[in-house]
Nanobody, 130 residues
Framework: QVQLVATGGGSVQAGGSLTLSCTASGGSGGTFSRYLMGWFRQAPGNEREIVAAIRWTDDRTYYAEALKGRFTISKDSSNNTLYLQMDSLKPEDTAVYYC????????????????????WGQGTQVTVSS
């Protein structure tokens, strides 16, 4: 069973940058290669929404349209770590950010469908002030 821990959140002024990390422990490289990994966020009173996803086996990436160009998802397979580089942050980016793994193999996963992900870990708070 994969265990996920998101770190790197904090407070930043609008226009600033943050890098989030998600450590994915457990499982073999061969097992992880079957999945997508994603970043999600949830602000108070809002539904959880997709930020970005990446296919572990070949680094194919997917982004929420509104965030494309500001956020970059990447991974390091050698240590099972997922990253989210966030640039040009806006106050509306304020939320708790989570990482998760797709429930099934990549070929049965809709990359930007929240319900296709599970194994949610503890999120990290990102606060952007104007």
């Amino acid at each position: 069973q994969v265990q996920l821990v998101a770190t790197g959140g904090g407070s930043v002024q609008a226009g600033g940058s943050l890098t989030l990390s998600c450590t994915a422990s457990g499982g073999s490289g061969g097992t992880f290669s079957r999945y997508l990994m994603g970043w999600f966020r949830q602000a108070p009173g809002n539904e959880r929404e997709i930020v970005a996803a990446i296919r572990w086996t070949d680094d194919r990436t997917y982004y929420a349209e509104a965030l494309k160009g500001r956020f970059t998802i990447s991974k390091d397979s050698s240590n099972n770590t997922l990253y989210l580089q966030m640039d040009s942050l806006k106050p509306e980016d304020t939320a708790v950010y989570y990482c998760a793994r797709s429930l099934g193999s990549w070929y049965v996963t809709t990359p930007l469908r929240v319900d296709d992900y599970g194994s949610w870990g503890q999120g990290t708070q990102v606060t952007v002030s104007s």
